[in-house]
């Protein structure tokens, strides 16, 4: 494969924020843990989160769309539930008491999935959605932010996905943001990121967060 760059801390997850507070896992899309996740993180534990980053490709990231078919193709989906479910039994353990995912694309799918289990309070999702197969009742509010520009599998476009979350009684919130594509919060893509779009997207995000774990 090519594309590939090295990350800090290969396959450790990072940590931000003091233990015990209310957790916030942040996880990657399909290009893997690339730097710009580690500015997310620390932004989110500024506001008093326990913020975990964990890395489910061992290592690597990359910047190029074919290279992380490739990495996602790969992924154990089972093992990086699981990894999640470990997670928040670690801070559980520490005393965080409430628990909310931020997920990007492949980790905003990942994030929607885990959420059935009914672990977490607040599930924020970015262009990202469950497809009628994989559609179970999420007890937790639900924040989507979309790409106006994207493309979806049958049964998996955003609407079809939010009228399924309404006919389960999920609490959903969803944005759209105009002229974005997919990717678009990724600060590590500069050729599809959207500066404005991300910082709006991040402050709707941080006040969801903040009224399903702080208040």
Known sequence: MSQLVPIPSPGIPLSF????????????????????????????????????????????????????????????????????????????????????????????????????SGSADAVVAYYATLGPAQHGIIPAPVLLHLAEIDEWDEGEDPESFIDRLKDHGTPITDWTYLATVHSFANASITDRVDVNAAALAFARTSSFLEDHLLN
């Open 17 to 116: 924020g003091d233990p015990g507070g209310p957790l916030v896992i942040v996880v990657h899309d399909w290009y893997g843990r690339l730097p710009w996740l580690a500015n997310y993180g620390e932004a989110l534990a500024s506001q008093g989160y326990r913020v975990i980053v964990p890395d489910f490709y061992a290592g690597v990231a990359t910047i190029e769309m074919a290279t992380a078919e490739v990495l996602m193709a790969q992924l154990e989906v089972a093992g990086a539930l699981a990894e999640l479910d470990d997670i928040i039994r670690v801070a559980r353990a520490e005393g965080s008491t409430r628990i909310g995912v931020v997920g990007f694309s492949l980790g905003g799918w990942l994030a929607l999935l885990h959420a059935q």
